[in-house]
């Protein structure tokens, strides 16, 4: 589950649950009696924040010559960002999204410089000195009533760019990537005094073999962080399921693992469907009720220090059916072939297509019919980000890429069966940061 979509289902399970539940009677009602009022599997969880260490302004310089690198070999001869968490991956620097531009430009050659509005610029240079130690940064600041566009073009032009290859990753906004264009075209017209059909000007392409060349190759701190990030959220769904009662609602279960998240100290949730909403894989908005054998799918996670955990499990309220058990065990091998296709070398497909072969073998195809989904993403600071574990993609995996390994059988009407874990690709094949869920009668391993 992406970051965005998690906050937007908390948020509404919140809300939803407020709505539902008869007042006084939401699990944790009141801020100051939640503590309290936790049940003793959370309640005893102690908190892992002194564990995390933030990326250092050193790996962060170590990035952008990694960068810089990428770019001479593609030809390009600057990227340009916006706020986002590319941004954040190479700078530190977390500036929320507006019609306003802030943007950072950085050539293949030479150091990088900043488009700020005028009156965020004390802000700005405090964010570049925290994240990059820089500060004597080269911050352009425009007016309300100026055009950021022609500052990004004069930098360009200063540099020699404004007829180059200038990246644009890939969040950015349009708007922004075609008023820089036309600012680059109009600076070339001006100056040349050609005709438009004779005036060189600046290629604009995508950025994303550079941000995504970087960011899909994780270093050791950035997989002790997923690392941790996955415990985190593997302990929260155990402690919530152990404390998992009859009547709850969704929402209630949903709350349980926000605050298991938040004793281990961090911010964490997930999405909880119920019975025949769990044949969703992305779920219903829908009242749903916990009953004994009624199945119930948690997907979700948290960020520790920037980076990203996405677990599923599926569990069951007392005796699970023997068609649940069997489905479970599918989608079990289906997990299990993922992870042993994944090698280095190996096309992202070919992951996929043996979790799919495992589920069509056992009754469950044709194709994307009950399993309708890749069976996996990448993940770092992104819940998904490049590269993906589907049909059609050739790449090759290499070590300390990331992925989702999450096959699901779903019986529309019935119960679905996820099971998602993370993993990473090491030099002689893959590895799960979590266990395997061993069975619906014992999820997290003990009896």
């Not at 990448?378 to 993906?388: A, F, Q, V």
């Amino acid at each position: 589950m992406n970051s965005s979509r998690r906050r937007f289902l908390q948020n509404a399970g919140i809300a939803t649950t407020v709505a539902l539940t008869p007042s006084g009677s939401a699990l944790f009602a009141q801020e100051g009696a939640a503590e309290k009022s936790l049940p003793a599997p959370i309640a005893k969880l102690k908190s892992r924040r002194a564990e995390a260490k933030s990326i250092t302004i050193e790996e962060r310089q170590q990035r952008l010559e990694r960068a810089r690198q990428l770019m001479t070999e593609n030809k390009m001869d600057a990227i340009m960002m916006i706020g986002g968490t590319s941004l954040v991956y190479f700078t530190g620097i977390r500036w929320w999204l507006s019609e306003r531009l802030f943007a950072m430009i950085v050539p293949a050659k030479g150091t990088p410089f900043y488009v700020s509005p005028a009156f965020e610029e004390d802000r700005a240079r405090e964010q570049i000195v925290m994240g990059m130690g820089d500060a004597k940064a080269d911050v352009r600041i425009w007016q309300e009533d100026e055009s950021p566009y022609r500052l990004i073009a004069d930098g360009l032009k200063e540099r020699g760019m404004v007829g180059g290859k200038i990246g644009v990753e890939e969040t950015v906004h349009y708007v922004f990537s075609s008023g820089v264009q036309d600012a680059v075209f109009a600076l070339n017209l001006l100056d040349t005094k050609k005709t438009s059909s004779s005036i060189p000007s600046a290629r604009f392409v995508s950025a994303t073999p550079i941000t995504a060349g970087c960011r899909m190759i994780k270093s050791d701190h950035e997989l002790q962080l997923m690392t941790l990030a996955n415990q985190v959220t593997l302990t929260a769904y155990e402690a919530a399921y152990l404390s998992m009662k009859e009547g709850m609602t969704q929402h209630d279960f949903a709350e349980m693992v926000s605050a298991a998240h938040a004793k281990q100290g961090f911010q964490g949730g997930a999405g909880v469907q119920v019975a025949e909403n769990s044949a969703l894989p992305h779920g219903s908005a829908k009242p749903q009720v916990i009953r004994e054998g009624t199945i119930l799918l948690m997907d979700g996670g948290c960020t520790v220090e920037g980076y990203d955990s996405d677990i599923s499990r599926t569990v069951v309220l007392g005796k699970p059916t023997d068609k649940m058990k069997r489905v479970f065990d599918i989608v079990h091998r289906a997990q299990a072939a993922a992870l042993a296709a994944a090698k280095p070398g190996v096309q992202c497909h070919a992951v996929d297509a043996a979790a799919r072969k495992v589920i069509e073998d056992a009754g469950y195809g044709p194709d994307y019919k009950h399993f309708g989904h890749r069976v996996g993403h990448g993940i770092g600071m992104d819940g998904h980000e490049w590269p993906y574990l589907v049909r059609g993609n050739t790449l090759p995996l290499a070590p300390r890429m990331c992925f989702s390994d999450e096959p699901g059988v779903y019986i529309r009407g019935e119960f679905g069966v996820r099971l998602e874990d993370d993993m990473h690709i090491t030099e002689n094949g893959a590895e799960l940061f979590t266990p395997q869920s061993p069975s619906l009668e014992s999820p997290f391993g003990k009896a």
